[in-house]
């Protein structure tokens, strides 16, 4: 099963790791709640990195709707900047699959528009939202396959997954995508 894939000029590559440990990315994806505030999860993880700072700035900012996401400065991390965007709530927020595609659309257009090239993202609204992971995967894959040709500055958009399980079914939907 291979962990990375090109897609035009974007390579997409899966690791296994902790999202706040990607200090090499211009921006790390932040799967934030619609206040933006520090959480549980991936959320409370990068706040808790970024210091105090990150709420601050990124209260300025709240609150967003599922498919929106926001840019802010990355303040402790070694990241300068975080994209915070909201999935949705598998089976409450509908539809899903198209919320959750525009989460991740926006998150790279904002990418490409601040002139990023290395973008870490997690799974998102994999965790506490709900959504089933290979089914989150194919969305999230097939976004970035879609999105890549109409990308100008973006070269990699790195999916940092925390656990075997999860880098397993985004390697299966990674090569299941047919162009």
């Not at 211009?26 to 619609?34: C, G, K, M, P």
């Not at 300025?60 to 303040?75: F, K, M, R, S, Y």
Request: hydrophobic share 45%.
């Amino acid at each position: 099963m291979t962990h990375e894939r090109e897609f035009g000029a974007v390579t997409v590559r899966l690791v296994r790791g902790d999202i706040v440990e990607q200090p090499d990315a211009d921006a790390i994806v932040n799967a934030a709640n619609a206040e933006l505030l520090p959480g549980g999860g991936v959320a409370g993880a990068i706040h808790r990195a970024a210091g105090p700072g990150l709420v601050d700035e990124a209260s300025d900012h709240a609150p967003i709707e599922p498919g929106q996401a926001v840019l802010t400065g990355g303040h402790d991390l070694p990241n300068p900047h975080v994209i915070h965007v909201l999935g949705p709530r598998y089976g409450i927020d509908e539809p899903a699959d198209r919320l959750l595609a525009d989460a991740y659309r926006e998150a790279l257009r904002l990418a490409d528009a601040n002139d990023l090239r290395v973008v870490a993202t997690p799974a998102i609204s994999t965790g506490a939202f709900g959504y089933p992971v290979h089914e989150a995967a194919r969305v999230a894959l097939r976004t970035v396959a879609d999105l890549a040709p109409r990308l100008s500055s973006l070269r990699e958009v790195r999916f940092v997954l925390f656990d075997q399980d999860d880098l397993t079914a985004f390697g299966r939907a990674l090569d299941e995508i047919d162009l």
